[in-house]
């Protein structure tokens, strides 16, 4: 039977093992279905807590942030986030308006998984299914921010 | 059991994904972002798309793909996904011409432990003595859609693309009739 210092430093080992396994894996092939999302409203909380900055109520700021040149993410139902290097052949940067046109909608993606450094990638070979966009969160938390409508002129 | 111990702890500080302190020597202004850290690092300006999938045109796609910071400390991997101007801009613009240099970097960490990203607040390229601010998005926008650019005003407020994109399905994104019932209910 070990003992309890050897128990210890296995454990440690264990613990830490998922870690090093994160610096980089090898690619995979994958289909994943969820919304294209502006990633640094997402995880900086600049504009609020994650639930606001995503769907209709969000729109027009993730269309800013795309073409600002903001790295786009897919939002999967596990709450994954893939950062996306390329649509369907498209660089993102190159055609920034290909990107603009599936910002906040739902869809399936079908492309190469890379994982680097904690963080998930998506080489997006094709987007197979698109139910636009299906997330209302306009009727919660109205426009964010609240500048993105301009207020009608009186 | 000591000695077992003491490797255990070095193979978990030796793993890159460890959170280390980058934080010595930075001016880098608080945005109040979750999660957010100072860091100031010295990486090398890569293609992502080229680290990750070996597919590695010229000058890391000259601005039409995202980049990365391989920082020298660690080989890290950092995502910089924003510059220092507060107006919905990348870092691209203020890294595409330094493709395969080794800069330092002054900026912050944001987002989970687990996998930061970065905003770059200022750079300072090889060779150079003074760091300059990461504010390059609006110049070359500029200079890529003169038209927009001479109307003054926000530059997101009248990028073609993102006009086209409302003017076709609303700022909601749902279409122009859904839009027109939201506004009039909402101001």
């Excluded at chain 2, 970097?105 to 003074?130: H, S």
Aim: proline share 6%; charged share 20%.
């Amino acid at each position: 039977m070990q003992s309890t210092p050897i128990r210890l430093a296995i454990l440690c080992a264990m613990a830490m093992a998922p870690q090093a396994a994160w610096s980089a894996t090898e690619p995979e092939r994958i289909q994943v279905t969820g919304e294209m999302i502006d990633t640094w409203c997402y995880f900086s909380g600049v504009m609020g807590g994650p639930d606001a900055v995503v769907g209709s109520a969000h729109h027009t700021c993730a269309l800013w942030c795309a073409a600002g040149g903001i790295p786009v993410g897919l939002l999967a139902d596990d709450g994954t986030v893939y950062m996306i290097l390329k649509l369907e052949g498209a660089d993102p940067l190159a055609e920034a308006d290909t990107l603009l046109t599936v910002a906040s909608d739902r869809l399936t993606a079908d492309g190469m998984h890379h994982v680097r450094d904690g963080v998930n990638y998506l080489i997006v070979r094709d987007v197979v299914a698109n139910e636009g966009i299906v997330n209302l969160t306009h009727e919660t938390f109205g426009p964010v921010p609240g500048f993105a409508i301009p207020e009608p002129a009186q | 059991m000591i000695r077992t111990l003491a490797v255990a702890l070095a193979l978990a500080l030796a793993s890159p994904v460890v959170a280390q302190d980058f934080s010595a020597g930075s001016e880098a202004s608080s945005w109040g972002l979750a999660g957010e850290a100072p860091a100031r690092f010295e990486a090398q300006v890569v293609d992502i798309l080229c680290e990750l999938a070996g597919d590695c045109p010229p000058d890391c796609g000259a601005g039409a793909r995202h980049l990365g910071l391989k920082r020298t400390a660690d080989d890290v991997l950092v995502l910089p996904m924003k510059n220092g101007q507060p107006i919905f801009t990348g870092a691209v613009a203020d890294l595409a011409p330094l493709c395969g240099q080794t800069i330092e970097v002054d900026g912050l960490l944001v987002g989970p432990e687990a996998a930061k990203f970065y905003q770059i607040q200022r750079i300072r390229p090889e060779g150079v003595t003074e760091f300059q601010p990461a504010d390059a998005f609006t110049s070359a926008w500029a200079e890529a859609n003169p038209e927009a650019a001479a109307q003054g005003g926000d530059w997101f407020r009248n990028d073609p693309g993102v006009r086209g994109q409302i003017e076709q399905n609303g700022y909601l994104g749902l279409g122009l009739e859904t839009d027109k019932a939201f506004i009039a209910d909402w101001f």
